[in-house]
């Protein structure tokens, strides 16, 4: 029969793929399905006999069984994954997961089958939970046995990308990923220091700073960072001392960063006010003023950051003893309350600041007053 391959390519494809799992089936089971030999088969009497008793599962040892199993749903999945057939897929491995007597470590390896799926729909808490899973039932260096050495990649980048997902809304919880990420071995160098500086960012956020300050200074003693990233480690070794004491570090590290323009606007602006901050603590009002004005210079000016940050500038010429420059910042603070759009985040915040204000200009016009009403009746006095 011929027939034109650009025509059913796809029909020939399929068949060959089944052909190949049938053959793999039988190489590996040749006791179970492999016929008798040619000579046999053709004696008389032979034929009707072999044709009523076909080779069944049943003949196989308990053992046996589900290891033939896994491979045939294994081989299946194989088949939906070149087809792009996801859900097909997922649902070969859901399969194995309920064969009787599959040992641990292969349920393991369906486990981290399954986590790569997920991986690849951007599904990666699924994909993390699954490898989880697969840690309860064997060992990273078991499965490698069974996957081969790209398993460690697996468990170390679904980790990684599953705390970038979680990291705006549950810092926590992407911390014990990318704790877990850190633990994964046989990871080249340049991956360990980049961990080390997401670590930084995450302890930092949650206000630990002592755990933060440890893992930049890792980051940054690293050969593999790119600049930049280079840069953000010494922002948060700078930060992470500031916060523990030790302030002399602090502009030790701060002064070793190249290019502060290249941190993202939040760290800029928390590492200038940190800097600025110290300055401040020591009284140094012209560096720590400098510092202040460059970190609410950072923040988009239609937002309550920014309103936040020249209120406590305002609040810093005052103690400064810039009164002038004060009342000036606190005009522009009560301006920005009005023109800029309400948050249900920052509206606590906005209405203390609101109230503070009132509550100085209130005093102010007070005590003005009475120093009038002084002068006045000193003036009497004297006449």
């Not at 046999?40 to 076909?54: A, F, I, T, V, Y």
């Not at 850190?182 to 997401?198: A, M, T």
């Not at 940050?309 to 420059?325: D, F, I, R």
């Amino acid at each position: 029969m011929n027939m034109k391959p650009n025509i059913l390519i796809r029909t020939c494809w399929k068949i060959s793929i089944s052909l190949a799992l049938f053959s793999h089936i039988l190489i590996l089971n040749k006791d179970v399905f492999a016929m008798p030999p040619k000579k046999e088969r053709d004696l008389p009497g032979d034929r009707e006999q072999d044709s009523r008793k076909p080779y069944s599962m049943q003949k196989l040892s308990k053992k046996e069984q589900p290891i033939l199993l896994f491979n045939a749903l294994m081989q299946k999945a194989a088949i939906h994954f070149h087809s792009g057939e996801k859900d097909q897929q997922l649902n070969c491995y859901k399969q194995i997961l309920i064969i009787e007597g599959l040992s641990p470590l292969f349920r393991a390896r369906t486990h981290a089958n399954i986590a790569v799926v997920h991986l690849h729909l951007g599904q990666t808490i699924i994909a993390s939970l699954n490898l989880q899973k697969a840690e309860g039932l064997a060992s990273l260096e078991e499965l490698e046995t069974v996957m081969g050495p790209q398993s460690f990649s697996v468990f170390a980048t679904t980790y990684h990308k599953t705390a970038e997902d979680l990291y705006l809304n549950h810092p926590q919880k992407a911390l014990e990923y990318e704790l877990k990420a850190l633990k994964v071995p046989k990871q080249e160098e340049s991956w360990y220091e980049k961990i080390h500086l997401h670590l930084a960012i995450l302890h930092d956020r949650l206000l630990k700073f002592k755990e933060s300050l440890d893992h930049a200074l890792k980051a940054k003693s690293g050969t593999h960072l790119t600049s930049d990233e280079r840069d953000r480690a010494l922002a948060f070794a700078a930060m992470g001392s500031a916060e523990i004491g030790k302030h002399e570090d602090c502009l030790k590290y701060f002064d070793k960063i190249r290019n502060i323009d290249s941190l993202p606007n939040t760290e800029r602006f928390l590492l200038l006010s940190t800097v600025g901050g110290y300055y401040l603590s020591n009284q140094e009002w012209e560096k720590g003023i400098n510092f202040r004005i460059q970190a609410t210079n950072v923040l988009d000016t239609s937002t309550p950051q920014y309103l936040w940050s020249k209120y406590h500038l305002a609040m810093v010429y005052g103690e400064s003893g810039n009164k002038e420059k004060e009342v000036e910042l606190y005009s522009d603070v009560l301006e920005l309350i009005r023109s800029i759009p309400s948050s249900e985040e920052w509206r606590d915040d906005i209405v203390s600041i609101h109230l503070s204000i009132e509550i100085f200009f209130f005093v102010k016009e007070q005590k003005e007053k009475e120093e009038r009403e002084a002068q006045v009746r000193e003036q009497a006095l004297q006449q």
